[in-house]
């Protein structure tokens, strides 16, 4: 038996064994897993480059705008060094400073190291086009350019205690301030909520004396006036046009700067003479404006940026052996994952193996295995303990049937055989008499093989039925006139009740065949003068018949036997005073294969009832 054993594994492909399914199922889960690792970890750092590149681009701009408002503060490049070398510290990149003809004026690189080979931006506070802060010029001027419009200390003064006064007679109206300075020193009062400043509240706090402007910032307009005057004429307006000053409201938010004032004079240019003056008017004011700052501000100056001081290689370029070590862990992972989902694999294979060695036993031994798990496997070995007991259970049953059938046939044979035997040794003359009982014997004979015959067509499920519509008044009248003389020779009242009219979708033959044998046990357990009552009645699909009887009763350990082979309610019954026992087991297989159910009540010394609930059917001329 081992041998054959061994046989039957070694006859499996090597490619079919749960084993080696299991290792191919977990290499591919491995390798996905690794192969979705490394796309997250791809993914991410092509995100932590993006916001590398972000960050590398705020860093320079927030290096061009510190340089650009170094320009706007000095007249000249002396001394730029310092603040390059705090900037190169603090972002870590290489920052040069030259003239447009590459002469050096700061490097944060050791003297001598190579420019890269072009510019990453002109620094001119005059001409700017990347400076975002509030506050810009629109003409590209970096508003921290204030060159004659800084006012004085006493000017400073002045406009301080007049902010002061504003944001205190605004703060009486529930207003909050705060008062903050532009680059020429002017004070602006700002809310803290823009839209709280009531048009009441602008009127009495609102003097006008923040928007006038001091003595540095008229001599400075004046000048400003005087220098675009020759552009004016050329340009054919009026070289007079008044050039106010027009600081913004106070609370407003934004310092007054030079672009409101030429709104106001290209406001008024704009009425006089049109579109075309108005652009005319505001390039002569901003040209103007940059000759009059331009001595105020440094030289423009080329910025250079590099990634270091030594001119490295750019970040984030994975290294051999970085990429080594990203191939090393991967193997690592799919090895431990191999290794582990081989040891479990051999854990589900071993309970597998007991089962089979277990199904290959004899079948009279009715091996048993352990359950030794609460999963899969172990569901399996419980269910293979089930199916052995169930075996066991089949053929103890087999052999009391065989037992039973050839007890049930042995009582008439052996009567038949001994007439005959006595009637040809002529101890017994053939008479009449003799010849009705060997008849008897051999009809009981007959249906002993008829009623065997039914359960193993039933068995085999080749139980043939010719189903139709059958009324049910009709059926009892029926079974109840078939069985009419028998319940009167044994004194029994036999009679039929419908409630309505059902009909059944049924094989009357064999129906009236089941519901014979509920009648024939009744008459036979129910005592004289006692009664046996077929009933029918509807529920809604189905069609519920029953056989009740006044007899003797079933005792309630016996009702559920009452539907198996041989089984006699009284022990000490023959054949022909208890049956064979076969007759509810007939009963219950065609009421199964009709498509219903069969089910026994039954109190002692009461009666017994038998259900038969079948499928109902359409009556004809209904639908």
Known sequence: MNRARARARTRIPLRKRLLVRLLIASVLIAVCSVAATAWLAVTTTTRALREEQGQALADDMGILARLSGYAATHPDWTGVGATVRELSARTGRRIALTTADRRPLADSAPRGTSLPPTAAATVDPLRTDTYSEPGAQLSGTDPRVVGPYRLTP????????????????????????????????RPVVTASDATAVSGYAFDECGDGRLDMPASTEEKALTALQGRAGGCLTRAGLDPDVPLMFTGLPGTSGRAPTLAPVFAKVVDGVDRAYGKAALR?????????????????????AELFLGVGDDGAAPRWVMSPANKAKV?????????VTVAVTAVVATRLVRPLRALTEAAQQPPERHARVPVTTQDETGILAEAFNDLAERRERLEAQRKALVSDVAHELRSPLTNIRGWLEVTRDGLVEPDTELLGALHEEALILQRVIDDLRDLAAADAGTLRLHREPVPADDLLAQVAAAHRVAADTAGVRLRTETEGAPWLDADPVRLRQALGNLVTNAVRHTPPDGTVTLTARGDGERVLLEVADTGTGIAAEDLPLVFERFWRAEKSRSRRTGGSGLGLPIVRHLTVAHGGTARAASTPGAGSVFTLRLPAATAPGDG
Do not use: I
């Open 154 to 185: 006493l000017e400073r003064a002045k406009l301080d205690a007049v902010a002061r006064a504003r944001q205190r007679c605004l703060s009486r109206y529930g207003v909050d301030t705060t008062v903050t300075h532009t680059p020429s020193g």
């Open 280 to 300: 005319a008017a505001q390039t002569c004011f901003e040209t103007a404006r940059r000759a009059q700052l331009d001595p105020y501000v440094a030289p423009v």
């Open 327 to 335: 191939a090393g862990a991967a193997g690592l992972v799919l090895a």
